[in-house]
């Protein structure tokens, strides 16, 4: 089968503390993308490779008759709200049959408010929220402090600073103004939720989806005073500046009895299925000060790395199961061909 993954192409060798860092780092580096072309051959099938451009339109247009499936492992271009969703509206526009969610799909994961109302419109636990599209709103008496504020359209990360957990509504309006000023979108404010976090990635769909062994943050192995939050910082900078062991800020598969074990998984799927996720997926998910199991976000495409020493959770999840690199993206190819019947 001819397979053509389609990606946006991170630059390498960057400032990992420089400010313009969260505007180029969606994407991955070319090494990620052909370490994901080398599974796809080792499962038997023939690579190529489209980057995504101002072009692409075009670029998918032209290879279309060499194309069998699309592996999407693209972000889109440009910063729009519903840019995850251009590449598989595109591939359906030309009939390229694709991996992962429907261009709707893919536009409600990297909306937080909208995944979030899906979710609560179907059973799935989520924190409390509320939109802020100025920072003259009210606040919801329904919400309580600690609170966090992030962008609502952003993912790996971006616009999560130490500052994004606030204790008061002037940390509150300070937070919000910086979302609304320098992300140019509305922001989200949840109910802080204090608990341990979990992650979980999944393969598959409908009931033969698959939940690799859970995931959970280690803050601990975080620099000293940092919040115990996955910021941009924690995904980005610590490791690349040597501030934290980066092979040390998780565990897996985590120390949990098999009641939460369960629960974690069972609402990870639901949160998954509702959302309408499609051949892979990673939710992210963290305890209330209440005990119970809250989903924060999905995350498609989640970050694939193939490389040991780089903390990548699906790669983590994958290799806890037993399962070699090649494995794992063969699992994630064998859904898609057998749901879109090819």
């Not at 420089?18 to 051959?41: F, V």
């Not at 608990?195 to 979980?200: A, D, K, L, S």
């Not at 299925?273 to 892979?280: A, K, N, P, T």
Request: with cysteine; net charge neutral; aromatic share 8%.
């Amino acid at each position: 089968m001819n397979i053509t993954i389609v990606y946006n192409e991170r630059p390498t060798g960057m400032d990992r503390h420089d400010p313009s860092l969260e505007k180029i780092i969606e994407g991955d580096e070319i090494k990620t993308i052909k370490a994901i072309g080398k599974a796809i051959e080792t499962n038997g099938h023939a690579v190529s490779y489209i980057k995504v451009d101002s072009n692409i339109y075009h670029s998918l247009e032209t290879n279309k008759p060499n194309i069998d499936l699309l592996f999407n492992f693209a972000e889109g271009t440009g910063r729009g709200s519903d840019r995850e969703a251009q590449v598989p509206m595109l591939a359906e526009i030309l009939g390229i049959k694709h991996t992962g969610p429907t261009p709707l799909s893919a536009a409600l994961i990297l909306n937080k408010s909208r995944a979030k109302e899906i979710w609560k419109a179907n059973g799935v636990r989520t924190a409390k929220w509320q939109l802020f599209s100025s920072k003259d709103d009210v606040l919801s008496k329904g919400l309580t402090y600690p609170l966090i504020v992030k962008p609502n359209s952003e993912g790996s990360g971006i616009g999560i600073k130490s500052n994004s957990v606030v204790k008061n509504k002037k940390e509150l309006l300070s937070a919000v103004a910086s979302i609304i000023t320098n992300y140019h979108q509305a922001a989200l404010v949840e109910q802080y939720l204090p608990g341990r976090e979990f992650t979980v990635a999944i393969i598959g769909n409908g009931t033969n989806a698959l939940t690799l062994p859970i995931v959970e943050l280690n803050f601990e192995a975080f620099p000293k005073g940092v919040p115990r939050v996955d910021t941009f910082e924690a995904k980005f900078v610590y490791g690349a500046t040597g501030e934290a062991d980066m092979t040390k800020t998780e565990f897996c598969p985590a120390i949990l009895n098999k009641k939460l074990e369960k629960e974690i998984n069972d609402i990870a799927l639901s949160a998954y299925h509702s959302i309408g996720c499609l051949d892979f997926g990673r939710v992210d998910l963290r305890l209330g000060d209440d005990g119970k199991v809250y989903v924060m976000e999905i995350n498609h495409p989640p970050g694939l790395m193939s490389d040991k020493n780089e903390s990548s959770f699906f790669t983590i999840a994958g290799r806890a199961a037993g399962l070699t690199f090649p494995q794992i993206v063969g699992k994630i190819l064998d859904s898609a061909i057998s749901r879109l019947g090819i």
